[in-house]
């Protein structure tokens, strides 16, 4: 009888005497089946006398509430590196420091247990168990007039932990919590307000837990169809859009099943495969499955330069690479996907605002001689000081960072100096290169699994200019990379130079023969990343609290051989962004809604 008289007396006094509660809202916040369920707590308090019970309203359902933005480069927010990256301190715990919450509509029923020691005695840590804590299945933040939806919650328990920066952990686990990271730690130690939530069919049991690979140096072109010894670009012009769009959803696909959950296209058609593919994640969309791509759009090459295409009239080559009558534009083919040709510093600046506005989240630049393109200098540095400065400086107005195709000592210095955020290929570094790009925070990109492929073709389906370029660019540049590696300040990402869905683990072997360890090369094709995209990088690669939940549940440990990475079967789970695409009984789509 007392429980039911506070019952009665507490209802009366918070729905008559509270302020923010006036007669005509009360139905919004007290309904009978809100009243029932305390009633019912109530007399089970009364029977229960060790239970202790808390009640409170939270927000005023028609109050104004920040919502956050529903823009996925937003929530992508961005965090310096030379910053430590903490985890979010805890929100301050009741005094009794008792855990679980109950929430109907916006009555807010607390029933916290004095006896909740079976938790440690399971094995797992209480200590994080905050009852104000909003990273447990409920959020109070989201609360208005209808409960909070439950977070998707995933364990993962891994015999070997490596988190992408630093030593790998023994017998750890991380709690995925919609698409983020909620908890790294030990096994034994999972806070019991994930695991009393989390089904049986949630809890994966994997080898080794890793972070997504990233490539940072790919092209979402299509296969390029030159094996007659044509120019790859014409192949490219001649080959139809659909064919090429079928290429690289084929491509995506692979590159997922491979663990390759981050990629940086730096010319092609990533910003519509991203669309695409944001497309397939969400529910019932109709994209594609596919890593996350942070694209280019096209590169921008001075006329005559690497970007140019030299089998073609001018006037022909112009209106392919998106340029008429001195004007850029978006164009067709090549123009709207791999290149545009300009030259000043006026058609720089509209070119790079050009490819953000396509969705461009970085800027290819041209910046010396190349293998690829049939008649141009490898030695040679492409475009003037002024031009690359121009281009540098109006992508970073939009917080944008900028990668140069570089192989001359001249290129690399132009570009360093200009101040773009990585550097590729890097063939023909000196000492004096390695000091300037260390002082300058640049990250060296090797692309050596393209050096290789060429050399193994042995100039077959090549231009003979472009063998013998290659011939000469695949020694130095091997030469270049083992020197920076030992010098032991420089910091380095890795990517291929290759399409998506090529076998891009390779690369991590190639750096481990170059001279890293096996977690210096994981380190770079996982932490280091991001790092290309400046500040606009996501919180992705590592696996810590707050990053993207991009996961590998591997079988055998890439720390003792990184080779073991190249076997698409050994990597048995996918997770990007929290959802499972790879995996027992997953399909080809990922997992279910």
């Known amino acids: 009888m007392l429980a039911l008289l506070l019952a009665h007396t507490f209802l009366q006094c918070c729905v008559w005497c509270s302020c923010p509660l006036t007669p005509h809202n009360v139905a919004d916040v007290i309904c009978p089946k809100t009243v029932e369920e305390l009633y019912r707590i109530l007399l089970f308090e009364a029977a229960a006398p060790s239970l202790l019970l808390h009640v409170s309203f939270s927000r005023h359902p028609g109050s104004d509430s920040a919502s956050p933005a529903a823009d996925k480069m937003v929530r992508r927010r961005t965090v310096p590196e030379q910053l430590p990256r903490q985890s979010p301190a805890p929100t301050s715990a009741p005094t009794d420091g008792l855990p679980a919450r ?71 686990a991380l709690v995925i919590q919609d698409a983020l990271i909620a908890w790294v730690g030990p096994s034994n130690a999972v806070p019991a307000r994930y695991t009393r939530h989390t089904p049986p069919g949630r809890i994966f049991r994997v080898p080794v837990a890793m972070p997504g690979l990233w490539d940072v140096h790919v092209h979402f072109e299509g296969e390029n169809g030159g094996e007659d010894g044509g120019d790859e670009n014409v192949a490219r ?10 290429q690289l959803a084929r491509g995506c696909w692979e590159a997922l099943q491979r663990g390759y959950t981050s990629m940086r296209d730096l010319a092609g058609y990533g910003c519509e495969l991203a669309r695409a593919i944001e497309q397939g994640a969400a529910a019932g969309g109709s994209g594609i499955v596919g890593p996350n791509i942070y694209s280019a759009g096209a590169c921008l090459s001075q006329t005559g330069g690497h970007g140019d295409i030299f089998q073609l009239p001018p006037g022909d080559a112009l209106l392919n690479l998106g340029v008429s009558s001195g004007v850029i534009r978006p164009g067709t083919s090549l123009g709207g996907g791999s290149s545009v040709l300009v030259d000043g510093a006026d058609e720089c600046r509209r070119a790079v605002r050009l490819q953000i506005r396509r969705g461009a989240r970085c800027i290819k630049i041209m910046a010396s001689g190349g293998v690829g393109s049939r008649d141009d200098d490898v030695h040679c ?8 400065r121009t281009i540098v400086d109006e992508a970073g107005r939009q917080n944008v960072s900028c990668a140069a195709h570089v192989h001359s000592k001249a290129g690399i210095v132009a570009a360093v100096e200009a101040g773009v955020r990585s550097i590729e290929h890097v063939s023909f570094a000196d000492e004096e290169c390695v000091e300037l790009i260390k002082q300058k925070g640049v990250v060296w990109v090797a692309t050596r699994t393209v050096n290789e492929i060429l050399k193994q073709s042995k100039g077959r389906g090549l231009p003979r200019s472009v063998w013998e370029k290659a011939k000469m660019v695949n020694g130095r540049s091997l030469e270049a990379y083992k020197m920076a590696i030992a010098d032991g300040g420089v910091t380095f990402a890795l990517g291929t130079d290759t399409p998506p869905g090529f076998n891009m683990a390779v690369e991590l072997g190639y750096a481990v023969q170059a001279g890293m360890t096996n977690l210096e090369a994981i380190r770079a094709a996982t932490a280091n990343g991001p790092l290309v995209l400046g500040e606009k990088a996501p919180l992705s690669g590592r696996l810590e609290v707050g990053y993207d939940a991009d996961v590998l549940g591997v079988l055998a440990n890439p720390a003792d051989d990184v080779t073991v990475l190249t076997k698409k079967d050994n990597i048995k789970w996918v997770w990007k962004g929290g959802r499972l695409y790879k995996g027992p009984g997953i399909g080809p789509w990922g997992e279910e809604d």
């Not at 012009?237 to 079928?246: C, F, R, S, Y």
């Open 102 to 172: 109950i929430y109907s509509h916006s009555l807010g029923v607390t029933i916290r247990t004095r006896e909740d020691s079976s938790a440690s005695a399971a094995g797992y840590s209480s200590d994080d168990d905050d009852d104000n804590d909003d990273s447990g299945p409920y959020s109070s933040k989201e609360h208005g007039s209808h409960p909070a939806k439950p977070k998707k919650t995933s364990i993962i328990i891994a015999d070997t932990l490596i988190p992408g920066a630093g030593a790998p952990q023994h017998d750890a």
């Open 237 to 246: 012009i001649a080959t139809h859009p659909a064919v090429h769009g079928a």
């Open 381 to 388: 540095a492409q475009f003037s000081p002024a031009e690359l």
